[in-house]
């Protein structure tokens, strides 16, 4: 059983468009994350969420918007897609906030191309 | 600031040779979580190993271990033994109680196993 899924793998569209990724765990964990990795394999954190609540939001552009119809799903919407755009997504999980002994588990990614 | 510092963007380690991939930390905080997380060229984030800050001893994981010296805010990971397997890019992270869900990941060792 995958513990972190995210759908689709590959996303190819054009600059404009609007295009929705989604996420979700089956571990029973509380948390979940969003992380951008560019091509130099950086990773950055764009949003967590804790039972269905924001807790984190990082310098990102409102046209990235995170919503989770439960804990168990945190789904990406991004809106008038940019070149710049263009990355791995990927989509994590851990079992709660505010201990630092928990570990965070990624789904396989999803690889944004913006044309 | 920098949380997570890896100074060797790339290393290379003969096969069944140990190999080491350097990690520093910052933090004041007395309660944080390292951990280490292995990338292959598939592109999935694999988590390896964590240490936490009170462990009085160093996590061993198969033939990966953590070497980790507090007072130099240094939480190596050793590689023992390399296979071929093992070429990828390694990310060292870091969670602290303060910040509840943020993890801070640094940009990573490409490791490449020479046959």
């Known amino acids: 059983d995958t513990a972190v899924s995210q759908t689709p793998k590959y996303l190819v569209t054009q600059m404009g468009n609007d295009k929705s990724i989604k996420c979700e765990q089956n571990?029973?964990?509380?948390?979940m994350y969003w992380y951008k990795q560019d091509s130099k394999k950086f990773l950055k954190i764009m949003f967590s969420y804790n039972n269905k609540e924001l807790i984190i939001n990082e310098t990102v552009p409102n046209r990235f918007s995170p919503k989770s119809p439960d804990k168990a799903h945190l789904n990406l919407h991004i809106n008038s897609l940019e070149l710049g755009d263009s990355a791995v997504y990927f989509c994590a999980s851990s079992q709660s906030p505010g201990l630092a002994t928990d570990t965070q588990y990624f789904g396989p990614g999803t690889r944004l191309t913006v044309l | 600031a920098q949380k997570i510092t890896q100074t060797q963007p790339g290393m290379f380690v003969q096969e069944k040779e140990a190999v080491t991939l350097d990690c520093t930390y910052d933090t004041s905080d007395p309660s944080y979580g390292l951990f280490w997380y292995k990338q292959p060229s598939s592109g999935e984030m694999i988590f390896l190993i964590y240490q936490g800050s009170y462990d009085q001893q160093n996590a061993t994981e198969g033939r990966y271990s953590l070497n980790f010296q507090k007072a130099r805010k240094s939480a190596n990971l050793v590689i023992s033994a390399s296979q071929l397997g093992d070429s990828a890019m390694y990310f060292c992270a870091m969670r602290l109680t303060t910040t509840g869900n943020q993890f801070y990941f640094g940009t990573g060792t490409s490791l490449t196993v020479i046959p």
């Open positions: 571990l029973g964990h509380d948390t």
